[in-house]
C-alpha cells in the first residue's frame, strides 16, 4: 500500500497542477510550505494540514472539474480516485470559508452532505496558509492578497461578491493562527509585520483589521 504523506500530496499537486495551470501549481507548493512551518503550533496534526495545502486547490485541474467549485471537486477527487483520508478531504473542501462560495452557488447541501466540517481549528489553519500565500507562492499579508483577488476577479465576478461576505471569515482565521503562533513565537516568513505588545511585552505579528472592518470600501 502506497505511503499516504506530505511527499504524495506535494507530488499529486504537481502531477495535477504543474502543465494545465503552472501558477496555481506555484501557489499550491507556497501554501503547502506555509502549512509546513506551522508544525509548531499543530504539533502531529502539521503534516495532515500540509498535505491539504499542497491539495487544496487541485480541483482546479481541467480534467477534474465537475459542479465547477473546486473544493467540492478536488475532494471528490481525492475522495473517489485516492481513497485519501476523509479528514484530509473535508479539510480541501471547507478551505477558505468554502461554504460561503458554495452558498452563492447552490451547492451548500452538496457540500454539508458529502463533506461535513470538521476541525474547524485545522480549516482555520489551512485558510490562514492560503490567504497568506500569493497567486505566484509568496508570502503575503491577507489583506493584500484578499485585495488581489477582487482585482483579478474584478467587479462582476461571483468570486468577487464572495470574498466580501467571506472576509469576515477569512480575517478570524488569520488573526486566530496569528494569535497561536505569536504564543509560540512562530515567524514564518519574513515578511509578516512583527511588533512589541506593550500590555503583555510579548511580540505578535500585526495585520490591519480594521481596513477590512471599519473600511470595506478599501477592496472595491
Ligand atoms: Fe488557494
Known amino acids: 500500500m502506497r505511503d499516504i504523506n506530505i511527499a504524495w500530496a506535494r507530488e499529486l499537486a504537481r502531477k495535477t497542477l504543474q502543465d494545465a495551470l503552472p501558477r496555481r501549481w506555484e501557489h499550491s507548493l507556497g501554501v503547502g510550505q506555509r502549512a509546513e512551518q506551522l508544525a509548531p503550533i499543530l504539533g502531529k496534526e502539521a503534516e495532515l494540514l500540509a498535505m491539504s495545502a499542497y491539495l487544496h486547490d ?73 490567504m497568506t500565500t500569493s497567486p505566484d507562492g509568496v508570502p503575503v499579508e491577507a489583506v493584500d492578497r484578499l485585495a488581489e483577488i477582487r482585482q483579478r476577479y474584478g467587479p462582476e465576478d461571483l468570486v468577487t461578491a464572495t470574498i466580501s461576505k467571506a472576509t469576515p471569515c477569512i480575517m478570524s482565521a488569520v488573526l486566530a493562527i496569528q494569535e497561536r503562533m505569536a504564543l509560540t513565537d512562530v515567524r514564518p516568513d519574513s515578511t509578516a509585520k512583527v511588533v512589541a505588545d506593550p500590555q503583555s511585552h510579548r511580540t505578535i505579528h500585526w495585520i490591519p483589521l480594521h481596513l477590512v472592518t471599519a473600511h470595506p470600501a478599501h477592496f472595491a
Open 58 to 130: 487541485i480541483g482546479y485541474a481541467p480534467d477534474l472539474v465537475d459542479t465547477g467549485f473546486h473544493p467540492i471537486d478536488g475532494a471528490r477527487y481525492l475522495r473517489d480516485v485516492h481513497g485519501a483520508d476523509e479528514l484530509l478531504c473535508r479539510l480541501v473542501a471547507h478551505h477558505t470559508c468554502a461554504e460561503i462560495e458554495a452558498g452563492e452557488r447552490g451547492l451548500l447541501d452538496i457540500l454539508q452532505r458529502e463533506f461535513p466540517k470538521q476541525r474547524p481549528d485545522l480549516v482555520e489553519a489551512l485558510t490562514y496558509c492560503d
